[in-house]
């Protein structure tokens, strides 16, 4: 920090309830400035702080800190939080602002209006202090500004630059003939003496000399480059290079962590589980999961019946992958009893991530679909539950968002891409191309 900047005048940051619902942490993310909460949020997080939902275990985080700094401090007054933070906290308790009130502008008794006032009131208390309320709820942010108040998005986990995200592949032309020919031979060569991009990770290449072109994979484990090639797993036929690519790293032993992102169609959700089915002799369970996001804001109790009829509806595209896998083996009944089998005996379990949560993760194939409905926390947390041989696999499209206050740029899916693409037990790829039919294609390409 210059000089300047340091003469500048503290800010204060105002959090809203979806802050910390996204990271409980995020009150010691503000380096030397200071941070309020208004009351109303601790009421709201109340209202969190029961149930298995992430959301949930974000309340109760920030009830305990909170509790821990307030043991020899009142919460209504300006107090450093811990020893190393520059700057201090308070819980804002009066939300009558004297000028401008959010409540007779907009609605009276709504939340966000009496958060938005008590934002108000630090500003009129601090009129040398630049007043700044941080929401992932985009409106909240609109009504701010038409306020006259600073607003803006919680940046911590946000990828800067969403359409440059690391796709996992390369396109190279004028690849050198003589290392062309080689690969097609032996089909592993040293890396060694190649001058490829990417060489400091994991990383798929589209090789091409004039009209020949062959599909490879850099290892950085052995620096070796591999060719890919078309071949099925479990039935299942790569249709383009993309997914061979994605076969390969999900086949891959010395790969422990793989993403895969892309559009519906595109066949992310198959392939993982086809692979898992081909290695299910070498894990001692397939999890399949993904995250309930509740329909028109409704918690799976709202729908009738018991548990696995409420749940049913979320994960019925996660069986109707393995219906498909299974009609590839229409002439094998063997295989087909195998598959029922492996369902009956819970070898291969589909169930939300909510249920799963808390169990061994050792040696597991763990397929985790719609990883974009996901925060960079649950990420983390995912995988650092992570024991020995387990392989976890996370699908999804980042522009295809279903949770309130996450986007493309914030979800877990792209924190990950972007921050693990380095990581020598790690791949990814983007599958681009839809593979359901041309209609489907028509549609992504269309509408």
Same mark, same amino acid.
């Given at each position: 920090?210059?000089?300047?900047?340091?003469?500048?005048?503290?800010?204060?940051? *105002? !959090?809203?309830?979806?802050?910390?619902?996204?990271?409980?942490?995020? =009150?010691?993310?503000?380096?030397?400035?200071? *941070?309020?909460?208004?009351?109303?949020?601790?009421?709201?997080?109340?209202?969190?702080?029961?149930?298995?939902?992430?959301?949930?275990?974000?309340?109760?985080? @920030?009830?305990?800190?909170?509790?821990?700094?307030?043991?020899?401090?009142?919460?209504?007054?300006?107090?450093?939080?811990?020893?190393?933070?520059?700057?201090?906290?308070?819980?804002?308790?009066?939300?009558?602002?004297?000028?401008?009130?959010?409540?007779?502008?907009?609605? &009276?008794?709504? @939340?966000?209006?009496?958060? !938005?006032?008590?934002?108000?009131?630090?500003?009129?208390?601090?009129?040398?202090?630049? *007043?700044?309320?941080?929401?992932?709820?985009?409106?909240?942010?609109?009504?701010?500004?038409?306020?006259?108040?600073?607003?803006?998005?919680?940046?911590?986990?946000?990828?800067?630059?969403?359409?440059?995200?690391?796709?996992?592949?390369?396109?190279?032309?004028?690849?050198?003939?003589?290392?062309?020919?080689?690969?097609?031979?032996? &089909?592993?060569?040293?890396?060694?003496?190649?001058?490829?991009?990417?060489?400091?990770?994991?990383?798929?290449?589209?090789?091409?000399?004039?009209?020949?072109?062959?599909?490879?994979?850099?290892?950085?484990?052995?620096?070796?480059?591999?060719? *890919?090639?078309?071949?099925?797993?479990?039935?299942?036929?790569?249709?383009?290079?993309?997914?061979?690519?994605? =076969?390969?790293?999900?086949?891959?032993?010395?790969?422990?962590?793989?993403?895969?992102?892309?559009?519906?169609?595109?066949?992310?959700?198959?392939?993982?589980?086809?692979?898992?089915?081909?290695?299910?002799?070498?894990?001692?369970?397939?999890?399949?999961?993904?995250?309930?996001?509740?329909?028109?804001?409704?918690?799976?109790?709202?729908?009738?019946?018991?548990?696995?009829?409420?749940?049913?509806?979320?994960?019925?595209?996660?069986?109707?992958?393995?219906? @498909?896998?299974?009609?590839?083996?229409?002439?094998?009944?063997?295989?087909?009893?195998?598959?029922?089998?492996?369902?009956?005996?819970?070898?291969?379990?589909?169930?939300?991530?909510?249920?799963?949560?808390?169990?061994?993760?050792?040696?597991?194939?763990?397929? =985790?679909?719609?990883?974009?409905?996901?925060?960079?926390?649950?990420?983390?947390?995912?995988?650092?539950?992570?024991?020995?041989?387990?392989? =976890?696999?996370?699908?999804?499209?980042?522009?295809?968002?279903?949770?309130?206050?996450?986007?493309?740029?914030?979800?877990?899916?792209?924190?990950?891409?972007?921050?693990?693409?380095?990581?020598?037990?790690?791949?990814?790829?983007?599958?681009?191309?839809?593979?359901?039919?041309?209609?489907?294609?028509?549609?992504?390409?269309?509408?």
């Amino acid at each position: 920090m210059t000089k300047k900047d340091q003469q500048l005048p503290r800010k204060i940051f *105002v !959090l809203d309830t979806s802050v910390i619902l996204y990271d409980h942490d995020a =009150i010691n993310s503000f380096q030397e400035h200071d *941070v309020a909460v208004p009351a109303l949020v601790l009421e709201e997080l109340d209202n969190f702080k029961s149930g298995n939902d992430t959301r949930n275990f974000e309340a109760r985080n @920030f009830i305990r800190i909170i509790d821990k700094a307030s043991k020899n401090n009142l919460l209504n007054t300006w107090f450093t939080l811990n020893k190393k933070s520059l700057g201090k906290f308070k819980i804002q308790i009066e939300e009558v602002p004297s000028q401008q009130n959010a409540e007779t502008l907009f609605s &009276h008794g709504k @939340f966000d209006n009496r958060i !938005l006032n008590s934002a108000l009131v630090l500003k009129e208390e601090n009129p040398n202090h630049k *007043v700044i309320l941080v929401a992932k709820d985009i409106c909240l942010r609109l009504k701010a500004k038409a306020l006259g108040l600073h607003a803006e998005d919680y940046e911590t986990g946000k990828v800067k630059n969403v359409e440059e995200l690391y796709s996992g592949k390369t396109i190279v032309n004028n690849f050198e003939i003589a290392a062309f020919e080689q690969l097609k031979k032996e &089909h592993a060569i040293s890396a060694a003496a190649l001058n490829l991009p990417c060489m400091h990770a994991n990383h798929f290449y589209i090789l091409k000399n004039k009209r020949k072109e062959i599909a490879a994979f850099y290892s950085i484990n052995n620096n070796l480059l591999k060719q *890919v090639k078309k071949e099925a797993v479990f039935g299942i036929k790569p249709r383009n290079a993309e997914q061979s690519f994605a =076969i390969e790293a999900l086949l891959s032993p010395e790969i422990k962590l793989v993403t895969i992102q892309g559009n519906a169609g595109t066949g992310k959700t198959l392939l993982a589980l086809a692979s898992a089915l081909a290695q299910r002799r070498e894990y001692r369970q397939i999890y399949i999961t993904r995250p309930i996001v509740p329909l028109s804001n409704k918690d799976i109790g709202f729908l009738p019946g018991d548990v696995k009829s409420k749940v049913d509806p979320y994960m019925a595209p996660i069986w109707d992958n393995l219906k @498909f896998i299974r009609e590839q083996f229409a002439n094998e009944e063997k295989t087909q009893l195998k598959i029922d089998e492996l369902v009956r005996t819970e070898k291969i379990e589909i169930a939300p991530l909510a249920f799963i949560r808390g169990r061994t993760l050792n040696k597991i194939f763990f397929i =985790i679909d719609e990883a974009q409905n996901l925060t960079p926390h649950e990420i983390k947390t995912i995988i650092s539950r992570a024991g020995e041989d387990t392989k =976890i696999v996370f699908t999804g499209d980042i522009y295809q968002i279903d949770t309130p206050y996450l986007d493309s740029e914030s979800n877990g899916l792209s924190y990950l891409i972007e921050n693990a693409k380095n990581h020598p037990l790690y791949a990814h790829i983007t599958l681009q191309k839809g593979e359901r039919s041309e209609l489907a294609d028509l549609a992504t390409a269309l509408l």
